[in-house]
């Protein structure tokens, strides 16, 4: 990332709304704000931001910095992953990046592509959540007492018991190479070796979507409404350019600012298990 972009994000960036993002400020004077610091346990408010000049300093920790350095330590990223993450909130569009290769190119240009299509069908499994033919879906989370708020909130969606309708929905806005490589769809391969058509993966199912860090959904989890010797219960995206299921922790991109203020994080064995977690008010 190319230090002169670095410095226009810097120059154009609002470093308050920033860190309001991850902590609570107050003003307490003509460009100071005043927090708890969040990379120390602290009762009274010792970390302040200056709107003016761009930085922040902690007069408890001395941990100090601009806003790059705030979203580096905050979410683990590099200095040029941080001046994207920041350039993002703050609508100022990326500049077209050099490869050293067409096959880099073409690799994270496929990326961009998987990531919109997850979006896209996550908006799809939430639409679909909504239709009649999902009645048994929404009994089943209101029998688990989830709240339509916590649907919105964790993207609760549903698969429709169809094997083309999600691929033709989709096909208009996607290459084949992004369908396949998406793992939304299965295929056989044919006789010949070549690969036969796609069809869903998930069907008749509830679908949870998997997030990276970033809030970006990029897999995901599908419970089964009739389960029986052939149908697993729970069914996962298999790993893809986005996705190493090692490497994914459910929630995290929503638990890690309450995790980093109470210093500890509650670890549980599912998805179904955190949401009901964190409808008791427990967010870490």
Do not use: W
């Not at 549980?268 to 008791?280: F, K, L």
């Amino acid at each position: 990332m190319a230090d002169d972009f670095a410095q226009l994000v810097k120059q154009q960036v609002d470093i308050v709304r920033i860190v309001g993002d991850y902590l609570k400020l107050r003003k307490t004077g003509a460009q100071n704000y005043t927090g708890l610091c969040p990379f120390h346990k602290e009762k009274t408010g010792s970390f302040s931001v200056n709107a003016t000049h761009g930085y922040y300093y902690c007069f408890g920790c001395h941990e100090k910095g601009d806003v790059f350095n705030f979203v580096m330590k905050m979410d683990s990223l590099s200095f040029p992953e941080a001046v994207r993450a920041v350039a993002t909130k703050a609508g100022i569009p990326l500049p077209k990046r050099e490869f050293s290769s067409p096959e880099e190119a073409r690799e994270a240009g496929l990326r961009r592509q998987l990531i919109d299509i997850h979006e896209a069908a996550t908006q799809y499994f939430e639409a679909a959540l909504k239709s009649p033919e999902a009645a048994r879906a929404r009994e089943y989370l209101t029998g688990r007492a989830v709240s339509a708020e916590t649907v919105k909130t964790f993207r609760i969606g549903y698969a429709p018991d169809d094997f083309n309708h999600m691929r033709d929905a989709l096909k208009p806005h996607f290459a084949e190479e992004v369908l396949r490589a998406s793992g939304l769809f299965s295929a056989k391969d044919q006789a010949d070796g070549s690969p036969g058509s796609m069809y869903a993966r998930f069907r008749k199912r509830i679908t949870f979507p998997i997030a990276n860090e970033q809030g970006k959904v990029i897999a995901f989890t599908a419970r089964a409404l009739e389960v029986d010797d052939k149908t697993p219960k729970y069914l996962n995206s298999p790993e893809s350019a986005l996705y190493t299921k090692g490497n994914v922790l459910f929630n995290l991109d929503k638990a890690k600012a309450e995790m980093r203020k109470s210093d500890f994080a509650l670890l549980v064995e599912g998805q179904m298990d955190c949401i009901s977690v964190y409808m008791a008010g427990i967010h870490n």
